[in-house]
């Protein structure tokens, strides 16, 4: 938790603290004192944290909470768009091979461990295609 405090003070102090509080709509004052982790009396709330983060671009405390858990904070990279007519085509055969998949690991009415394997990544592959289908959808 104390990694995750001092990352927000620091994204506080390191992105100009009085142009932020502007743009947060706080006191310069009253966000330095939410931000410090050693003072008892005043606290930040999730508001204020999802204020620094959108206005500073600043994920260190993202980083921090996800780290606090176990987790590793990725930014994902925005799929290309293509032509519909070809996105809708990829996505057409993703589906149909998620169910190949699926009817053959049926065919003997027990699905192992490598045939479910196989069927999350067909899966994986059915949602990549949807993403750059949306994106294809966004760019037309």
Request: charged fraction near 25%; charge should be negative; include cysteine.
């Amino acid at each position: 938790m104390e990694d995750f405090l001092r990352a927000c003070q620091n994204a506080v102090l390191d992105n100009e603290a009085k142009t932020l509080a502007a743009k947060m709509g706080v006191a310069h004052v009253s966000l330095l004192q939410r931000a410090n982790p050693d003072n008892d009396a005043h606290h930040l709330t999730v508001e204020h944290l999802f204020g620094i983060l959108l206005h500073t671009g600043d994920m260190r405390p993202l980083m921090a909470l996800a780290d606090e858990f176990g987790f590793d904070l990725v930014q994902k990279t925005p799929p290309k768009a293509q032509a519909l007519a070809t996105s809708l085509a990829d996505v057409g055969k993703e589906v149909a091979e998620l169910t190949i998949a699926v009817h053959a690991a049926l065919e003997d009415n027990h699905v192992s461990s490598i045939e479910r394997a196989l069927i999350r990544k067909e899966i994986s592959h059915v949602r990549v295609g949807l993403d750059v289908m949306e994106a294809s959808v966004r760019a037309a």
